[in-house]
């Protein structure tokens, strides 16, 4: 590998283990929050923020995750596993969603997108259960030239893998499904 293709990856094995893992404890208050004003029955100017520009943050994520495997894959040659492009398939149709519902400011692309991330995240749930060291329950999806599921890309945090970046990106994705589904309900 080239000096500087070493140093992006040493960059990004080093500091997005970081940011997912501070924008997953970031989704998991807003979790919660949405929770406590969905059963108090409270407006919320946050929520609402978020409801009202959830095509582009969509959006914004999905293009994020797809460049983000795109420079692992094709630039730094980092060869991903049967289960990574299962995931693939799930948010990279998602980009094309939110481009299109973006464009005509569609937000029933919510109703999709939900079901696609509930797949996705399972997807990556099991994946990052075979990366923490488990027993494969269903066997790898590998076909020649891909790489082994159970082996990590990084391991930060004990916990804190590609397939924990997934998991993150599905929640924020279902969290805004349900955010939008929580405000036109009301």
Same mark, same amino acid.
């Given at each position: 590998m080239l000096e500087n293709k070493e140093l992006i990856l040493n960059f990004l094995n080093n500091y997005l283990p970081l940011v997912t893992l501070i924008g997953f404890i970031i989704i998991v208050l807003v979790y919660g929050y949405l929770i406590y004003k969905t059963?108090?029955?409270?407006?919320?100017?946050?929520?609402?923020? %978020?409801?009202?520009?959830? !095509?582009?943050? $969509?959006?914004l994520m999905t293009l994020v995750a797809v460049a983000i495997s795109l420079i692992y894959s094709e630039y730094l040659g980092e060869t991903p596993c049967g289960l990574c492009w299962l995931q693939r398939v799930f948010f990279y149709s998602q980009l094309v969603l939110y481009v299109v519902a973006y464009l005509k400011n569609d937000t029933r692309v919510f109703e999709y997108t939900f079901w696609l991330?509930?797949?996705?995240?399972?997807?990556? %749930?099991?994946?990052?259960? !075979?990366?923490? $060291?488990?027993?494969?329950?269903?066997?790898?999806?590998?076909?020649?030239?891909?790489?082994?599921?159970a082996e990590p890309t990084f391991l930060a945090y004990g916990f804190v893998t590609f397939p924990f970046l997934g998991i993150t990106l599905f929640l924020f994705l279902i969290l805004l499904s349900l955010i939008v589904k929580r405000k036109n309900n009301q």
């Open positions: 059963k108090t029955k409270r407006k919320s100017p946050f929520l609402d923020f %978020i409801s009202n520009n959830a !095509l582009l943050f $969509g959006f991330s509930l797949v996705g995240i399972s997807i990556s %749930i099991y994946h990052e259960y !075979l990366q923490l $060291g488990y027993s494969e329950l269903l066997p790898c999806p590998s076909v020649g030239g891909l790489a082994d599921c």
